[in-house]
C-alpha cells in the first residue's frame, strides 16, 4: 500500500521561492514515475512537472525555467524547486506517483495537496 506525504506549502512573495517535498513509502510496488499537479478552484488540475526513474523530466510551459524537478530515488522522494514565482502559481499543489503492483500492474497515487500562495 502507497503513503505519500508532502510538505513545504505556504505564502511567498512574487518573485520569491519555495520548495515542495513528496515522499512516498509502503510495500510490495515499485515506484515509477512521479511529479505535482496543481489545481486552482473552477479548473481542472493541471501538470507542473514529472520525473521518471530515469531522471528525465518533463515541465508545463508556463513553469519551464523558474520551476525544477528532483527526484531521490533511493527513498523514493522527490522535491520541487519553485523560483521567481508569480501570482498565477497560487493553487493547491498534489504530488503524483505512479508505480508498478507485484502483479505488474500500473497504477497511481494522489497526495492530499498542499497551498501554494503567491501574494504581496
Known amino acids: 500500500q502507497v503513503q505519500v506525504v508532502e510538505s513545504g506549502g505556504g505564502l511567498v512573495q512574487p518573485g520569491g521561492s519555495l520548495r515542495l517535498s513528496c515522499a512516498a513509502s509502503?510495500?510490495?510496488?515499485?515506484?515509477?514515475?512521479m511529479g505535482w499537479y496543481r489545481q486552482t478552484p473552477g479548473k481542472q488540475r493541471e501538470l507542473v512537472a514529472t520525473?521518471?526513474?530515469?531522471?528525465?523530466?518533463n515541465y508545463a510551459d508556463s513553469v519551464k525555467g523558474r520551476f525544477t524537478i528532483s527526484r531521490e530515488n533511493g527513498k523514493n522522494t522527490v522535491h520541487l524547486q519553485m523560483d521567481s514565482l508569480k501570482s498565477e502559481d497560487t493553487s493547491v499543489y498534489y504530488c503524483w506517483v505512479q508505480y508498478i503492483t507485484k502483479s505488474w500492474t500500473l497504477r497511481d497515487y494522489w497526495g492530499q495537496g498542499t497551498q501554494v500562495t503567491v501574494s504581496s
Open positions: 520525473i521518471n526513474n530515469g531522471g528525465i523530466s
Open positions: 509502503g510495500t510490495s510496488f515499485t515506484v515509477n514515475t
